[in-house]
């Protein structure tokens, strides 16, 4: 199979290698045609975005106001903080040149001057090799003032990199923008949508860097070999992001539609010890985890796994074998969106922390079978009610992971406590109670 | 107009209106938190979520453009589930200590938790601590656990006061409000965070603590620390003004006010400085004495003096009735043509939200009630140049002090051979009066303003005094006062003898042989209204609440942000 993020070229984040391998040719070949041609073709090639919510990248551009008094702008979204996702920093390591180039396209396709890469500050060795790239391609004359000889047009943008500050909220599209305007990174009340009113108040798209990373190849090799790839209605490849319990955890590139067992077994080598799987997250900490028993046949794109009642998400794969304390992911996986919450909107703020605080209990040993009601009709009161996101992600898992384990999280409650817990609990307390009290 | 559907009400609405505005046009409460009619949506409290056909979830109402045809539910189970939600989850971290807060009673979280919750809630973990005594500023303090980041107190600073002071700071249920490092909450509004708070996370450092809301009663009337005059609340406990609020009103002050008419313009109604009965110098000495007797020593000593040795000064802190009979009195009872009263402006008190430069109530209607001099007579600075050169002699003074406002008259006020002073308070004047009547404030009386911009506005009492009835005056009564036992907090605190400048002169009038026929102020008022122009056809009732604009000189109708 071809890869078209990541191929297996040496030394391709070298702006040199790039340019013998082809790289910019696709520039060139856009400067050649309309932005409207270039918005046209990615539609046609069916390339959905894959930053989490799977949308259409080229209907999204199409939402770009043609006439306006005001800048635009491209946001490149790189803050990747999703547990289980990494993939966007695979290539500003491997591919980062293809990235800028289809910064370009689509700065020149939707009319933008300047374009933000948003990358998350912890990836501080990925900001530094994707600005090494970006200052090679200014000096080749791909960015900047040198674009009308390089490419022989009188469009002109630049790149700049914005190092987020650590909150995963900042990779929620709106409060990405305010975190780049310098305020809280406070997700925005949608509508009006960032084609209206994005950064500082102007038309803004705002795309995944994968999904930048996909527009060259398109414009070079045109959109009808582009939706050929994988599924017909969630065509090319992902890169699915493989890690838990597998014996060769990493990032594999395939073409979406590719199945979920290939992935664990035929690429990512299976499960150690060869123990059973119990669980697989399919596509970052938010989406609803599969059983290990309903993985048979399982398709890795965003129409097959919504109607395996899940949704592709990052393509972040998250493998957990039979001896994996699921009560004890779930807490983790609460806490996260607990601490990343950003508290703006009521549901989100208080119900992220009940959530994770009756998950504790049930992992001290103190939980019970009207816990599990509880937590399923608080990630219901959070579902939909929010201004963000965020509200689902947090709300998902739970809500899934109990459903879907009820056995599971059943046994746990009515189990008679362990002693090592029952212990534990029992020195928490403020007054000492005969420890058989911890017991139900 | 275009018409909106709400719960099976078909309702007008105006173009560009959110569903939360056309609702409360048309008089239906959507609940709401963070939403307020003047800032900007924030869309974070998540109450307002309303059910619209055609749209797959719920939509908050604040920010949710009203279209044509548009059929919303504000009533359905699943909107009733989510306010049950957001209710249940912004209890479970509320410190719930209500039995101490000095919201409880005027409480949104409270009024919507019987309305809008199941009033039962299944969190059994443990509360998120925050920090509950931080001063913002010199004037408001904050509880962090009781606040529910509604963002609104934010809002106000930046968008009405202009004064960027509040931030969120930490993330999810750990947020919680604090100034800009460095920075006070000290902008001249600050205290309207305190009203607009839908909890009791922000209180007045002043009022804290003072008292149950529902132990105090309130009346309505209008601050009167500058010429904007912003409608106000006087809230009244055992006799005593404990906090004056703002009171909305969209043509003076919207809903705020500054924090130095909340706080500054109320204090001498209580101060140990008041004069409780009138006053008659003897032997060098003021001695209290009847009214009866008061009234015949003034008499007695107005009656000697010819009419171009008398001046009367009046005042722009006085209502326009005041005024009137003291216009009427100068000029046809003592008749003299001196009279004029002394302008109080202070530049630096001016902004360009509420706050203007003449710091008095009713400058425009002490001139509009007739307080001017005549042809002959001596205005103000005539008035001060005749005290110096001894012309004037006997000087009748209401409701202002002459010493404190010109200290180089001291002297020559010392040698005037009457001086009749009317005040609520001892001041500078008063240490050489021969007579002082104790007049009634802004808050013992009945009366009118006309603002800065020609807004006539009613005061109404709050205080009571010896003079005033409770039920012929129409006072508001609190929880506490209905009663009637000796629990009673009315028959409680102290009555002053005070008595409306007005109803002062006309007993004086009387004493002098001219007849007054005025027993309220509204009589006053109707009299005003038959002789001056701009008040024709104008009915006090029709006042009312909220005034009425004039059509006086130079006003200019601005709008109150
Ligand atoms: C809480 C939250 C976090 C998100 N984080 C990211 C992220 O790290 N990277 C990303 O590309 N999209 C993230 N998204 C999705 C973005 O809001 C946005 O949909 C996406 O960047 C659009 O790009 P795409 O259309 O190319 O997928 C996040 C969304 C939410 C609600
Ligand atoms: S859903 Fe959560 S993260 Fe999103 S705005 Fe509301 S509180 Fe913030
Ligand atoms: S202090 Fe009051 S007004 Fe400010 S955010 Fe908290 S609840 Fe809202
Ligand atoms: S602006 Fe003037 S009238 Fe309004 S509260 Fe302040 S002092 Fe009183």
Known sequence: MEKILLPDIENLHLIDVYISNGGYEAAKKAFTQTSDDIIDQVKKSGLRGRGGAAFSAGLKWSFMPKTTDKPKYLCVNGDESEPGSFKDRQIFEINPHQMIEGTIITCYAIGAKTAYVYIRGEYHKWIRLLQKAIDDAYEKGFIGKKMKETFNTDFQCDIYIHKGAGAYICGEESSLMNSLEGKRGYPRVKPPFPAQNGLWGCPTTINNVETIANVPKIIEKGWEWFSKIGHPKHPGTLLFGVSGHVNKPGVYELPTGTLLTDIIYKYAGGVPNDKKILCVIPGGTSMPPLRGDKLEGVKMDAESLKEAESAIGTGGVIVMDEDTDLVKVLARIAHFYHHESCGQCTPCREGTGWLEKILKRILAGNGSTSDLELLITVANQIEGNTICALGEAAAWPVKYMVERFRYYFEARVNDEVSLPIANKVHSMRETSYPLADVKK | ?561
């Open chain 2, 1 to 561: 107009m275009p018409n909106i559907i709400i719960d099976a009400k078909t309702l007008e609405f105006k173009k560009g209106q959110t569903i939360i505005e056309a609702a409360q046009d048309n008089g239906i409460e959507i609940p709401h938190f963070c939403w307020h009619p003047k800032l900007s949506v924030s869309g974070n409290c998540r109450i307002c979520l309303v059910e619209v056909e055609q749209m797959p979830k719920l939509v908050i109402a604040c920010s949710t453009i009203a279209s044509e045809g548009m059929v919303v539910h504000t009533k359905s189970e699943k909107v009733i589930a989510a306010q049950n939600a957001v209710m249940e989850f912004l209890l479970i971290n509320h410190p719930l200590d209500c039995p101490i807060c000095d919201e409880a009673g005027e409480c949104k979280l409270q009024d919507y938790a019987y309305k809008y919750s199941l009033g039962e809630s299944r969190f059994v973990e443990e509360k998120v601590q925050k920090d509950k005594r931080i001063k913002l500023g010199p004037n408001v303090m904050f509880d962090g656990e009781r606040c529910i980041s509604c963002s609104r107190c934010i809002r106000f600073c930046d968008e009405i006061a202009k004064d960027p002071e509040l931030t969120f700071v930490q993330r999810g249920d750990h947020v919680t409000i604090r100034t800009y490092p460095g920075q006070e909450m000290d902008n001249p509004y600050s205290m309207n965070t305190i009203d607009i708070c839908p909890v009791g996370a922000l209180t007045s450092t002043d009022f804290r603590f003072k008292a149950r809301v529902w132990d105090m009663s309130s009346n309505k009337s209008v601050c009167v620390g500058c010429s904007r005059g912003c409608n106000t609340d006087i809230w009244v406990r055992n006799n005593e003004i404990l906090r004056q609020t703002t009171r909305y009103n969209e043509k003076v002050n919207s809903f705020w006010m500054c924090d130095h008419g909340r706080l500054e313009t109320f204090k001498h109604v209580n101060a140990e400085s008041r004069v409780h009965y009138p006053q008659i110098r003897k032997d060098g000495e003021l001695v209290e004495v009847g009214w009866d007797e008061a009234f015949s020593e003034a008499v007695s000593h107005l009656k000697t003096f010819p009419k171009d040795q008398i001046a009367v000064v009046g005042s722009p802190f006085a209502t326009c009735e005041d005024n009137f009979i003291t216009a009427k009195f100068a000029k046809s009872v003592l008749s003299t043509g001196n009279l004029d009263f002394i302008r109080h402006t202070n530049p630096e008190f001016a902004d360009d939200i509420l706050r203007n430069e003449d710091v008095t109530p009713n400058t425009k209607g002490a001139v509009l009630s007739g307080l001017v001099p005549s042809q002959a007579g001596l205005d103000i600075n005539g008035i001060i140049k005749a005290i110096k050169d001894q012309k004037i002699k006997a000087l009748y003074l209401i409701e202002d002090d002459l010493v404190q406002c010109f200290p180089e008259l001291e002297s020559s006020i010392a040698k005037l051979e009457l001086l009749i002073v009317h005040t609520s308070n001892y001041n500078s004047s008063t240490n050489y009066a021969d007579i002082v009547f104790p007049a009634s404030t802004y808050a013992e009386k009945h009366g009118t303003f006309l603002n800065g911009f020609g807004v006539l506005q009613r005061i109404r009492p709050a205080v009571a005094t010896a003079e005033l009835d409770r039920a012929l005056d129409g006072m508001n009564m609190s929880r506490l006062d209905k009663f009637g036992t000796k629990f009673d907090s009315w028959a409680a605190g102290k009555k002053n003898e005070a008595r409306p400048t007005w109803k002062i002169l006309v007993s004086i009038s009387k004493a002098l042989g001219y007849k007054m026929k005025y027993n309220m102020a509204e009589e006053v008022f109707s009299d005003m209204a038959s002789s001056i122009i701009e008040l024709k056809g104008i009915d006090y009732d029709e006042i009312s609440e909220s005034g009425v604009q004039l059509k006086v000189e130079d006003n200019k109708t601005v709008n109150a942000g």
